[in-house]
């Protein structure tokens, strides 16, 4: 702690306007940061804002597949379209539908290679060995997420195959990269399926490389609800986690019995905490400001496979009774260099004064002093509609995909991809401009209706190791996209 009591937070940051510092002695994030709570005490703390991006501005570009016009990139990059729903996979089976939460989990000489979410519910079941839930139930269908894994070449820029991953799981909305090279893909619901030949559902998975070594075995101890996201920390093992419940949000830690950090590890048991602000009940952070802070600890969850009760989980109801955080809606969650980026989807205000249907925020915690920090709060739609998953780059830029529907601004109307600059403003780099008559749709032999997708989500930003390649999902109709180009030009 400082004398001043606040904590001295030394860790090297996250950007430096348009490049990270080759030197990891400075921390150019956490000095804005310290900046900001100290004009913050003056009464004089800036706000968010959207600034102008270092890329340039945004205009269409032809996918380099199809030849179609689905991304708004700026000058000088490119991108490549592969694996769209209805796709033909190795197996010759459809590529399933609702393309969400994606990570690369391993390079293999020329091959990069991810794994996607599906965020489906009630459907067909993905044809893959790995599978927790196989019946059918009384309506015909079975529980339809899963995920699907993409290999991909550098050299080329093409898809090399996808196959499918994971099956008879619901809602697989995102997860998280562990540092052992798998996939946690979590369970968006609090499905209880048992009454009709199905099982409980709201777990995370954790997804091998290899498809043939999944094991679909639910990792009760992380808890059953509404899981967003999860990012681990290399140092200890712990596994952090997000709750997508409207202002029944808790940020939540898993630490796990085994720390050998090999496949399967998590699986074996672990105990499962929330966070908590310190000498403080049950803490509602449903508007913070640029620069908010809080000093947190955290409490234990006794049973994390408690039934829920109406529509709230049970881990959530045993943490506010223990005086745990919430935020509005806890949605992606990164790790980069000691430090944990949380975005809460909706917090703020919505014009009629509700507090947790705002336009979102980012918070950064640090694990190891115990401080949250609000470095980002979008006061309209404009600075950021809505924000869900979100990517550090290996420079240490931060990307943040749009979930709020589409926003007109200078560049039309659509979902982006945004980043966020040490000032904690935020700035365009990327636009959905998916528009597709039946004539084109045809032309690239692909299998979806005509139509304007361009307020649909966009999710699963991520980039390879090397930082050359970002990765995102177009959830419908259901495209992946690979992007590439002159990223030193800005913090990404």
């Known amino acids: 702690m400082s004398s001043s009591g606040q904590p001295v937070l030394s860790r090297r940051g996250l950007l430096k306007g348009g490049a990270m510092l080759a030197t990891a002695g400075a921390a150019p994030f956490v000095q804005a940061l310290q900046a900001l709570s100290e004009a913050g005490a003056s009464g004089a703390a800036p706000a968010s804002r959207l600034a102008d991006s270092p890329y340039g501005p945004i205009a269409p570009v032809n996918d380099e597949v199809t030849g179609l016009p689905l991304l708004q990139l700026p000058a000088g990059f490119s991108y490549a379209s592969l694996s769209w729903t209805g796709d033909r996979m190795s197996n010759n089976s459809p590529v399933p539908a609702r393309l969400d939460g994606m990570g690369v989990v391993a390079v293999q000489g020329d091959e990069i290679i991810l794994i996607r979410n599906h965020e489906v519910g009630s459907g067909a079941l993905i044809p893959a060995a790995a599978c927790y839930s196989s019946t059918v139930r009384s309506n015909g269908n079975y529980a339809g997420g899963g995920n699907t894994t993409i290999r991909f070449s550098r050299q080329s820029k093409r898809e090399i195959s996808t196959v499918p991953s994971l099956s008879g799981t619901l809602v697989n909305c995102a997860g998280g990269v562990t540092p052992w090279g798998t996939w946690l893909s979590c369970e968006e619901t609090i499905a209880d399926l048992t009454a009709d030949g199905g099982r409980k559902h709201g777990y995370v998975f954790e997804v091998r490389v290899d498809p043939a070594q999944t094991t679909a075995v639910p990792i009760v101890g992380m808890g059953r609800y509404d899981h ?126 509700r507090a947790g249907y705002g336009e979102g925020a980012v918070w950064m915690l640090d694990p190891v002093a115990g401080t949250l920090r609000c470095i980002f709060a979008s006061t309209s739609a404009e600075m950021a509609n809505n924000p869900d998953n979100i990517a550090i780059s290996p420079r240490g830029g931060i990307a943040m995909c749009e979930d709020g529907g589409g926003v007109e601004d200078a560049f039309g109307f659509g979902e982006r991809i945004m980043g966020l600059q040490t000032s904690g403003d935020s700035f365009i780099f990327a636009k959905n401009n998916v528009v597709l008559t039946a004539e084109q749709i045809t032309a690239a032999g692909k299998n979806c209706e005509p139509g304007d997708y361009r307020g649909g989500e966009l999710a699963g930003v991520c980039f390879d190791p090397e930082g050359e390649i970002m990765f995102m999902n177009i959830q419908n109709p259901g495209v992946t996209v690979a992007i590439w180009g002159p990223w030193e030009r800005g913090p990404l």
């Not at 997508?244 to 399967?264: C, F, M, V």
């Open 228 to 353: 967003e996201a999860a990012a681990v920390d290399p140092r200890d093992s712990s596994v952090y986690l997000t709750e997508d419940n409207r202002n029944e949000s808790p940020l939540y830690r898993y630490i796990p019995d085994d720390k050998s950090q090999t496949a399967g590890a998590l699986e074996k048991g672990g105990r499962l905490q929330a966070a908590k602000i310190v000498g403080r009940g049950h803490t509602e952070l449903f508007t913070p400001v640029l620069g908010d802070t809080h000093q947190i600890e955290w409490v234990d969850i006794a049973d994390p496979d408690m039934d829920p009760v109406a529509e709230s989980s049970g881990p959530y109801l045993q943490a506010r009774d223990a005086g745990a955080l919430s935020f509005s809606r806890g949605e992606g969650i990164w790790y980069f260099e000691g430090m944990f980026y949380i975005v809460d989807t909706s917090a703020g205000t919505n014009e009629e004064g």
